[in-house]
């Protein structure tokens, strides 16, 4: 029996005042998983009154008060892992690894906004004019609108929000159509057993039809004062034209077209293993992933034989098994389209190593090619999806040349046993993050997360995701009367 969620305004769940619903299908079943209220514009709006009604309150809320509501907020979340584990595999697709890191990682961000909570947060000016004190003090914006994507779901559902709300301010999240649970009311269940008060973190579920338009009618309400969104590049331009459009502040982390970097002094046994992870950890749905593993030209060969090998033994399929490594992608539809980019990259002279082939369902297999040319859409298309290219390097020159050959910038990872190397080459990329004798993919909640170019801008974590959800103002203090010309 599906599950029935309303939207959660207020505190309260309500149905969408349309009294439409929407369905949540599952990507391996192909069974509906739940169904959701479908907001229209008049939701969107009571959504912002509740949180715009809350604000004030939730702003002068003690910060050892707030402080203790994310802290229950992390415990609960981590004694609700065997849960998440099977709302993630019915809902996403995920295994249980990456339900298990996605519990980790967000309990752990929600200590961090706890942490921020009680920080220090601004500075003691030297002031020009005798006997003047002055302050810059970081404050709460208001009503903050928060979009959250499915592919690491309860991460980044919680990080579309920890720092918002740690902050001070109050946050209307719009889930996405494929998670609406997972990576949105699982949140705002969370946080609410936690504590935290009504009206604080208001949900706003939809049909998939009607995301832009709910998207536009949020940002552009005058209330709403700063946005965050995790997506697409596409879908990044989108809210980040409304959000100039309306002179509102943006965080975006939109895709990547990662590269890992295996030098030539490279541990072999150690680069295939980091590499799979790197490339193949949920499918290849994370905005990390590599796409382009770049190998000296000295490793190439026994590399690509062995990682093929590996990759080619990879369990694949029922995401509910706890052996899988390669579950569904996210639909049937996102399948298809990665078998496409595989097929046109093959047409245009990519050699498949291993995988390829058409997809099971919404399982495609784990595919590893070399050869790309450039006019294959893989070329410069993110994968998102178990597949990735091999392609060869003789400097170190013509590494960095490749790596930083698109218009994305997220991330990158630099196989090597000498870090001073490795260091070389880490700082001639252009990407937010760079990880040495690592691959691509890692997060840290007190780290600064972002990118760059298309990959968007804006950084999540630590401080950083503090100071973008608040406004820096200036305040003085004269302690003598001053002297005026007139």
Known sequence: MPITRALLIGGKDVPARSGRTTDDVSPFTG????????????????????????????????????????????????????????????????TAPWAGFNVMLAANMLREAAAAVTAPRGDVLAAQEPGALGLAVREPVGVVAAFSPWNAPVILGVRSVAAALAAGNTVVMKPSEDAPIACGLLIADVLSEAGLPDGV???????????????????????????????????????????????????????????????????????????????????????????????????????????????????????????????????????????????DAVAKGATVVTGGGEPDGAVHPATVLTGLTRDAELYQGEAFGPVCVVDTFATDDEAVAKANDTEHGLTAG????????????????RTGIVHVNDQSVGDEPQAPFGGFGVSGYGRFGGRWGLEAFSNTRWVTLATQQAHYPF
């Open 201 to 343: 973190l208001n949900v706003i579920t939809n049909d998939p039809a009607d995301a832009a338009g709910i998207a536009e009618t949020l940002i552009a309400d005058p209330r709403v004062r700063a946005v965050n969104f995790t997506g697409s590049t596409g879908v990044g331009r989108i809210i980040g034209t409304h959000a100039a459009r309306h002179l509102k502040p943006a965080l975006l982390e939109l895709g990547g077209k990662n590269a890992i970097i295996v030098l030539d002094d490279a541990d072999l046994d150690y680069a295939v293993d980091a590499a799979t992870f790197g490339v193949f950890m949920n499918a290849g749905q994370i905005c990390m992933s590599g796409d382009r593993l770049l190998v000296h030209e000295s490793l190439a060969e026994e590399f690509t034989a062995r990682f093929a090998a590996k990759v080619a033994a990879l369990p694949s399929g029922d995401p509910s098994v706890p052996s899988t490594v390669i579950g569904p992608l996210v639909t049937r539809a996102a399948a298809q389209r990665v078998a496409a980019l595989v097929q």
């Open 414 to 429: 630099i196989i090597t046993e000498n870090g001073t190397h490795g260091l070389r080459v880490a700082r001639r990329l």
């Open 31 to 94: 069974e509906v998983y739940a169904t959701v209220a479908a907001a229209g514009p008049e939701d969107v709006a009571a959504a912002v009154d509740a949180a715009d009604a809350a604000f004030e309150a939730w702003a002068a809320v003690s910060p050892y008060a707030r402080r203790a509501v994310f802290l229950r907020a992390a415990d609960l979340l981590d004694g609700r892992a065997a849960e998440v584990a099977a709302l993630m595999a019915a809902e996403v697709g995920g």
